[in-house]
């Protein structure tokens, strides 16, 4: 109780929220680095999960490759891109591995999902003269929605929790205190920075929870 205690000491102490290294600052950099690889992930992710599932042609094998790439660890991917010909341009090294790290069940969800709408529904539409475009858009994707936001859902909090990796990296997020506090060999800033990460993580599945039920019927996916 001690280390939590002088972790909730170390949380509400004014002078550690403000500056270039206070919490407010981290949290932004945190959330900042969130959206933009968010972001990234569904501009890869949902179009290949979408027209794939609506072809119902290689979605199979996307998707298998896309998990396979959950074996492996986030880090070590991070470390490989640093030792590339990218490794001295900022932070893409971080982006292009949360990116990775978010791809999967972004494009499995979707995919699921969009294999899952009724094929009698497709039919009725392709006979009512619309065309796949069409029917991708006005009927299969808002029946496939709740599986595409459950993995959004999943996707942004995963990449809240992992997005501390980039302190390793050089960059900035809620990971600098924890990091900092390992190189103070301050205990409580490290618990308090793992603190912080996971309540922005439960705000996160909070906030996507209360979007999908404000969804059409409440409609929730199971995720995968």
Known sequence: MTTLTDAWSWLTTATHWSGENG???RLFEHLFLTVVCLALSCLVALPVALVLGHLGKGGGLAVNLANAGR???TFAVLVLL???PLGPYGEWPTIIALV???VPPL??????GMRGVDADV???ARGMGMTGAQTLARVELPLALPMVLTGLRIAAVQ???TATVAALAGGGGLGRIITA???LASTPQVVAGALLVAALALLVEGAFEGVQRLGPAGARGSGV
């Open 181 to 183: 506090g390992f190189n």
């Open 100 to 102: 990775l790290f978010a």
């Open 82 to 84: 640093l030792l590339s």
């Open 107 to 112: 494009l499995t969800n979707a995919y699921v």
């Open 122 to 124: 497709v039919r009725a």
């Open 159 to 161: 990449l809240v929790a």
């Open 23 to 25: 919490v407010w600052h």
């Open 71 to 73: 074996a492996v660890p």
